[in-house]
């Protein structure tokens, strides 16, 4: 028996026998180039007809986010764009195929990754389409999870959205993956479905083992060289959720989605998020050489906004610099990216940039009929929020926030609220600010746990700068998908969450079943917790 240790992020206890997924591919060799390069280049696209397919066949079968999640994973194998580029490498450089579409692939995943944050956590899927169709090519097996007959713990390297996706939670007893964090797919999927999981195990694969014991909760994986008898975790009873975020006993809590694109919007209104807490802005800079005009931006962002008509949303600006950087902006190399100019501090130098971004976004509110907010990332005094608040006003905007992602923003809530009309604690950030941990490092995922005390006690410190003034507090980080974490937060003073479409339906349920009191009654134990683990285990025994 060997005990490893993680970062749990799925409540709950489970045991059974392993079941562990397959690695992705070894790296394709650049040789022997094609005796026939124009036959090489084609078969590039039928196999990736075929993984688009497969996934189209999969995404029929099942209903909800997991539909969305595979129909998304499918339209980006047929990529036109991806295709091209790799039948382009086999023509020009004489390429295999299969080391045509990896490097072409890579290309995508790398200017994902170099937007940062949320889009770089999107290259995990460039290179999941990437294996699938090579496998495809190769006539192999692809990486994945295996088709499970009887209920298994499984362990995988890390997974992508489409191995996630259709997951039966009657045949998955537990998942535990050696990297990913608390903001990974891997953790809001098994949330939404009520599967236990522990993440960034350092150590799990390289383990012998044939079954597992997984708790959820402390972050504890027992190893057994023996099997272990089945034990499914007991899965909280979700009433359906009546789509009114609420407490038990009335207190609004709005549930809200964040959204990067039109299809993300679209989903979020299929699961009856109540508008959009966080819309971030940056993919219609991605790969721009120049600086997206006025009319670009307003069609990009109204194509977003439409499905919200009539509906709040609040669209943050560009957080974009340092690790993010644009090919239109030189801001220069920086000793430490994520402490550089970054969000907000970009338009400190080019003011014209967020004029021309709130134009767009005010044209866009008029275009859709969405209730607009806008808000600004990265801020850290009131007086960067008071001259954000003054350029979105004087660009017709009225409705202005910023997020609290900064410890210092958090200590000066009250002060940033006269100058604004809400704020949205970006937890994801705000975790590695205070903890001094890149939220990229799998290392260092139980410092970015949204369960660490010490962030709740900040969140309790902007939550009650809220309630002197009366002013919305949201969360949009990846803290308020977390149905348990939801009550505590909803009991710290925070009165929305925003978060992906897959946690909306689990989150609004979980804030109905308790009136505010003991949501509060929670907070406070939380807050006292500890440890995350305590955080956890002290907040599931009040709401149990
Ligand atoms: C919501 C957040 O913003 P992003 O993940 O885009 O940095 C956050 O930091 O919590
Ligand atoms: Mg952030």
């Known amino acids: 028996m060997s005990r490893l240790t993680g970062v749990g992020v799925s409540s709950g206890r489970a045991a059974g026998p392993i079941v562990r997924v397959a690695e992705p591919l070894p790296e394709p060799a650049a040789t022997p180039s094609p005796a026939d390069q124009v036959a090489e280049a084609a078969r ?12 189209f066949q999969r995404a029929a ?6 539909k969305a999640v595979l129909e998304t994973t499918a339209a ?19 390429l295999p195929a299969v080391r ?14 170099a937007a940062g944050g949320y889009m770089a956590e999107r290259a995990r899927d460039v290179h999941d389409v990437r294996d699938r169709i090579i496998a495809e090519i190769d006539g192999v097996t692809p990486p994945g999870v295996p088709e499970l007959s009887t209920p298994s713990v499984l362990v995988a390297r890390d997974l992508a959205p489409a191995d996630t996706a259709d997951l039966d939670p009657e045949l998955v007893l537990a998942l535990v993956t050696e990297e990913g964090g608390p903001t990974s797919h891997t953790a809001i999927l098994a949330r939404a479905l009520g599967i236990p999981a522990v993440v960034a195990v350092r150590g799990v694969l390289a383990a012998s083992g044939a079954g597992a014991t997984v708790d959820g909760d402390a972050g504890d994986v027992e190893l057994s060289e023996t099997e272990v008898a089945v034990r499914v975790a007991e899965r ?21 989605a964040n959204v990067g694109s039109a299809t993300d919007s679209t989903t979020a209104v299929a699961v009856g998020a109540q508008g959009v807490g966080l819309f971030r802005t940056e993919f219609c800079y991605l790969g721009a050489d120049v600086e997206p005009d006025v009319a670009t931006q307003r069609s990009a962002y109204a194509e977003v906004l439409t499905p919200f008509a009539g509906k709040p949303v609040i669209v943050r600006t560009l957080d974009a610099g340092a690790d993010k950087p644009l090919s239109f902006l030189d801001m220069g190399a920086e000793p430490n990216p994520a402490l550089g100019v970054r969000g907000l501090r970009v338009a400190f130098d080019r003011p014209d940039l967020l004029d021309s971004q709130l134009e767009a976004i005010a044209g866009a509110a008029q275009d859709s009929g969405a209730e607009v907010s806008v808000m600004a990332p990265m801020v850290a005094t009131a007086d960067e929020a008071g001259w954000f608040a003054e350029r979105a006003r004087a660009n017709g905007i009225d ?3 910023v997020m609290i992602e900064v410890p210092a923003a958090a200590l000066s809530a009250a002060e940033i609220l006269q100058a604004v009309d809400f ?5 994801n950030d705000l975790a590695q600010y205070v903890f001094a941990a890149d939220r990229m490092v799998g290392a260092l995922a139980g410092l970015n746990d949204p369960w660490q005390p010490a962030l709740l006690r900040l969140i309790a410190m902007v939550g009650q700068a809220g309630r002197q003034v009366d002013k919305s507090v949201g969360v949009c980080g990846e803290a308020a998908s977390d149905p348990h974490l939801a009550g505590v937060l909803a009991g710290l003073g925070v009165t929305s969450l925003s978060m992906n479409a897959s946690a909306v339906q689990a989150v609004g349920a979980a804030l109905a079943q308790h009136p505010h009191a003991t949501f509060r009654k929670a907070a406070e134990a939380a807050l006292e917790a500890p440890s995350a683990a305590a955080a956890r285990q002290t907040t ?3 709401l149990a």
């Open 61 to 66: 079968r099942v209903g909800g986010d997991a």
């Open 236 to 256: 909280p009873e979700h009433a359906d959720w009546n789509g009114i975020g609420q407490t038990a006993d009335g207190v609004p809590v709005k549930v809200l």
């Open 100 to 113: 045509a579409v990896y490097e072409a692939a890579n290309g995508f995943a790398d200017a994902l990754r």
């Open 423 to 427: 704020v949205s604690i970006g937890t």
């Open 76 to 94: 980006m194998a047929m990529d036109p764009a991806l295709i091209s580029q790799a039948e382009q490498l086999v023509t020009t450089r004489s």
């Open 399 to 401: 409705r202005v926030g």
């Open 540 to 542: 599931k025994t009040t």
């Open 44 to 55: 590039i696209r039928p196999a990736a007809d075929t993984v688009a397919e497969g996934l």
